[in-house]
């Protein structure tokens, strides 16, 4: 197998980086493409590929059904419920509010969570809403839950999680939201599975899968810092005009839209911040 650290398999290993990021827009910046070689070599070993290029050509010309493995191996997928939970809770007791007075009565509040993985963030959003009856008062909640990895979203349909998806919940609220699955499993009951739809979508081109459809709410939290700044700023492009007026993007704690010109300005819910069009 071709070493990465020789001139012929850096430049392959940039010839996949390139390859990726056109497709998905995910990148993997030349410090990190080390975990890019380490992440393929079994793989690689299993199809008898003896070199980068051999697998950089299968990609490119061969069956599609091994980019979409490659993209299972390549992402980050690390999620539990009731990650970054205050954001959810400042879009229901605040956030809701704000879009109402701009929209006035909303008989369907339309949520996309982009990025959702294996389903922890919609299912949590869905148990929060629970809660919240007065604020959506005669609101029905709708939540479109999209990533690119098929294998992600087939978990996230069967609903069925253990210990390290259920880390940061309460006893009492495993109790009340999951039924038990057998050892220390747990599955989601079924209320708050009704009105979530798990599709797979690919954010680097989400004009082809939500075309046309506006949203009040889209998370798309602790995605974009792994995309190319290019791609970054194409998708908070993408992202703002998906949003209806008065509508709220909320990205990752840690992240930031601030920098970008994409026709979004900040906004205070809660003690969160978020993204309203600017238009």
């Known amino acids: 197998m071709t070493d990465s650290g020789n001139p012929a398999g ?3 290993l940039a010839l996949l980086d390139e390859l990726i990021c056109e497709r998905t827009g995910i990148s993997f910046p030349e410090q990190r493409r080390y ?3 380490a992440r393929l070599q079994s793989r690689m070993s299993e199809l008898r590929l003896a070199t980068l290029r051999d697998y950089y050509l299968a990609l490119r010309f061969g069956d599609p059904a091994e980019f979409d493995y490659l993209v299972s191996k390549i992402r980050n997928g690390e999620t539990y419920f009731q990650r970054e939970s205050g954001q959810v809770a400042a879009v229901f007791e605040e956030g809701l509010a704000r879009i109402k007075a701009k929209l006035g009565p909303i008989p369907e509040l339309r949520v996309l969570s982009m990025g959702c993985a294996s389903g ?6 869905a148990m929060y809403a629970s809660s919240c009856r007065q604020e959506l008062g005669q609101s029905k909640l709708q939540i479109d839950a999209c990533d690119i990895d098929s ?17 940061s919940v309460s006893q009492a609220c495993v109790a009340r939201h999951f039924e038990p699955a057998g050892g220390e499993r747990f599955s989601v009951r079924a209320p708050y599975r009704e009105g979530v739809r798990f599709y797979r979508g690919n954010l680097h081109e989400l004009q ?38 008065g509508g709220l993007l909320l990205l990752g704690m840690t992240e930031s839209a601030g920098h970008h010109r994409v026709g979004l300005r900040r906004v205070k819910i809660g003690d969160c911040l978020a993204y309203e069009r600017a238009d």
């Open 151 to 167: 294998g992600a979203l087939a978990r996230a349909r069967q609903g069925i999680y253990g210990k390290a998806s259920l880390r």
């Open 208 to 245: 082809k899968f939500v075309p046309g459809k506006r949203y009040h709410v889209i998370f798309c939290r602790n995605v974009l810092i792994y995309f190319s700044p290019g791609a970054r700023r194409d998708a908070l492009r993408s992202l703002g005009e998906r949003l209806e007026d």
């Open 35 to 37: 975990l890019l070689h």
């Open 10 to 12: 850096d430049e392959d």
């Open 120 to 125: 922890e963030e919609p299912y949590s959003i």
